[in-house]
């Protein structure tokens, strides 16, 4: 069964930081190139970062990169992204999801975990 579970949301101040888990379903998705999403309000969801399967290539949306940095624990099966400096236009429902293939890419996700809530407050 594939699953994929987000935590670590919540609120924070600008400026502050959070650090976002996504566990995975073991076998299926242990080297399976991950990525993370967020959706704000009123808008459509839209790629943050993405790492391949073994933990390299990491890339990012600009407007996070130096501020955002994904990383993976594939023993753990949990993907993370420590999000720093937040801005209140980072507020969003932040998704975890995996690709078929090890590559990382911003599209071609096939399984998506259900969301964690990011609210950045002035």
């Known amino acids: 069964q594939v699953y994929l579970r987000e935590s670590g949301g919540g609120l924070v101040q600008a400026g502050g930081s959070l650090r976002l888990s996504c566990v995975t379903s073991?076998?299926?998705?242990?080297?399976?190139?991950m990525g993370w999403f967020r959706q704000a309000p009123g808008k459509e969801r839209v790629f943050v970062a993405a790492?391949?399967?073994?933990?390299?290539?990491?890339m990012y949306e600009d407007s996070v990169k130096d501020r955002f940095t994904i990383s993976r624990d594939n023993a753990k099966n949990t993907v993370y992204l420590k999000m720093t400096n937040l801005k209140i236009d980072d507020t969003a429902v932040y998704y975890c999801?995996?690709?078929?293939?090890?590559?990382?890419?911003?599209?071609?996700?096939?399984?998506w975990g259900q969301g964690t809530q990011v609210t950045v407050s002035s």
């Open positions: 999801a995996a690709r078929s293939s090890s590559l990382s890419d911003r599209v071609g996700y096939d399984y």
């Open positions: 073991q076998e299926a998705l242990r080297y399976n190139a």
């Open positions: 790492i391949n399967g073994f933990g390299g290539s990491p």
